[in-house]
């Protein structure tokens, strides 16, 4: 069993930035990809980056690509979301997950409830 806990979001202006934490407890992120998600009001929730757990390697939405970076601390069994050029558009509920899956939500077997970025214009 693995528990998730998102923290850093906020309130930021256009152009801003935040980092967002997903802390695991129960298990490590050992054998496990972890991915953002998003969810805004009103639409579906979609997928915004992962980071493989054996290579590292790391997926981005189109969306985000070149403004958000994934990274994690193994030491510290966190995961991170560094998201600069903030616009409004980013604004939702993101929430991490972990899983074997990359993209797709249907891979994610563990889920943490979501942390709040708001952007204003």
């Known amino acids: 069993q693995v528990q998730l806990v998102e923290s850093g979001g906020g309130l930021v202006q256009a152009g801003g930035s935040l980092r967002l934490s997903c802390a695991a407890s129960g298990r490590t992120f050992s054998n496990y990809n972890t991915g953002w998600f998003r969810q805004a009001p009103g639409k579906e929730r979609e997928f915004v980056a992962a980071?493989?757990?054996?290579?590292?390697?790391?997926y981005y939405a189109d969306s985000v690509k070149g403004r958000f970076t994934i990274s994690r601390d193994n030491a510290k069994n966190t995961v991170y979301l560094q998201m600069n050029s903030l616009k409004p558009e980013d604004t939702a509920v993101y929430h991490c997950?972990?899983?074997?899956?990359?993209?797709?939500?249907?891979?994610?077997?563990?889920w943490g409830q979501g942390t709040q970025v708001t952007v204003s214009s």
């Open positions: 997950a972990v899983g074997v899956g990359l993209r797709v939500e249907s891979g994610y077997d563990y």
């Open positions: 980071i493989r757990w054996y290579s590292g390697s790391t």
